[in-house]
């Protein structure tokens, strides 16, 4: 059998800065610093400056960034409702509601997958405080039309998987009031286990997520004061997961490259199947390619004969959150959102990560075109 082309290849990832991920983990284990500590604020520096943002504060997970995010409009504005995604991962919409807010859905836009300004309109009412766009697959939100679309509301990029990417010059983690990314370890950029981080242009916003994320404790010039301003929650990043993610971060613009040569590799092979959507990017904006998500008829066939070809896929994600059982309470029933039914009817991705083996991808696009007769 031939070998495996995998969505995500961890090991490969890993063999290629060996020997400096296990200097900058026993670097951490002669320190002590185990929970935030020196590695983590620097770590919050150097992401701060790889995105073009004021402020960044790492914390445990990319849900709990969302829930810090969350757990801040409810302190400045009240609980209320929040717009956002019904294609999206789950952590999405949860994080809005273990914060206290009502989740409203409003539906997609066919090309990018991303939020229907026109429906975030529909869906906006004087309860709003917040919209949550994600910039999904690594392609940004159209943050200044969403903007538009609910003035008063603050605007949270669930940025998730989208580290790198832009729009017209301006970064994912700067294009709203705040931004919440992940850094799982199948993200772009991963680390070993759960991180995450909030970033922010304002200032009190990051005061704000500093304090909640250790407990509501307010600090003085970084010391521990024991005093606490508000009701917080334990999110703060491990040293082992900060020091993981400077030595990744010190490689990710290259591992972009990788992604993008694949990302154009694939447009142009399966410009012409019959079949096959390819997935649009913004000319005025930087994809990133967390995902490599074709829309394809004959899905989870196709799915199939790529798995008996030793080919990993993906389906992210089968089901709309409005139709999900964990979200029955707030009342949604199939055909609200239709253009997000849709997606989860015929969208996979294929494997575009930057430690694809040699003919990897001409192996994958081989596949993709025996499937369809192309």
């Known amino acids: ?6 969505l995500v290849d961890i090991h490969a990832q890993h063999a290629e800065i060996r020997s400096e991920l296990d200097a900058a983990l026993q670097e951490v284990v002669q320190s002590g610093a185990f929970v935030l500590g020196p590695q983590a604020a620097a770590f919050e520096q150097e992401f701060a400056e790889y995105l073009g943002v004021p402020y960044a504060v790492a914390c445990n997970s990319g849900t709990d960034a969302l829930i810090l995010a969350a757990d801040i409009v409810r302190e400045l504005r009240g609980a209320g409702s929040i717009v956002t995604t019904p294609f ?17 859905f409003a539906d997609i836009e066919a090309g990018s ?6 429906a975030v309109t529909a869906a906006v009412t004087s309860e709003t405080v917040a919209v949550v766009p994600v910039h999904l697959y690594g392609q940004c939100a159209d943050i200044d039309a969403v903007r538009r679309a609910a003035p008063q509301a603050m605007i949270i990029e669930d940025a998730a998987q989208a580290v790198g990417a832009s729009l017209q010059g301006r970064p994912a983690g700067a294009l709203g009031d705040m931004a919440a990314f992940s850094f799982y370890p199948t993200k772009n950029l991963g680390a070993l286990g759960d991180a ?15 304090s909640l994320r250790a407990h509501g404790e307010q600090k003085s ?3 521990r004061t024991y005093h606490y301003e508000r009701m917080g929650r334990n999110s703060r990043m491990a040293g082992f997961q900060a020091a993981t993610l400077r030595v990744k971060l010190r490689k ?3 591992w972009d490259e990788r992604r993008f040569a694949n990302a154009r590799f694939y447009d142009e092979a399966l410009a012409d199947v019959d079949g096959v959507v390819t997935p649009p990017h913004a000319v005025e904006g930087q994809h990133v390619y967390h995902q490599y998500a074709i829309r394809a008829s004959k899905r989870d066939a196709l799915v199939a004969h790529l798995t008996e070809a030793n ?19 707030l009342g949604y029933r199939e055909g609200q959102f239709p253009v997000a039914e849709q997606a989860c009817r015929e969208v996979m991705s294929l494997p575009v990560q930057p430690h694809l083996p040699d003919g990897g991808r001409e192996r994958v696009v081989a596949a993709v075109r025996s499937f369809y007769g192309a």
């Open 252 to 254: 990710l613009r290259e």
């Open 113 to 118: 997958f991303n939020l229907d300004p026109a």
């Open 88 to 104: 999206t991962f789950f952590a999405t919409a949860e994080a809005m509601a273990q914060a206290g807010h009502k989740v409203v």
């Open 311 to 329: 080919i990993e896929s993906r389906v992210f994600y089968p089901e709309a959150l409005h139709l999900t059982p964990a979200l029955a309470s």
């Open 1 to 6: 059998m031939t070998d495996a082309i995998r």
């Open 221 to 223: 010039e970084g010391a």
């Open 196 to 210: 995450g981080a909030f970033t922010s242009a304002d200032s009190e916003l990051a005061a704000l997520a500093r």
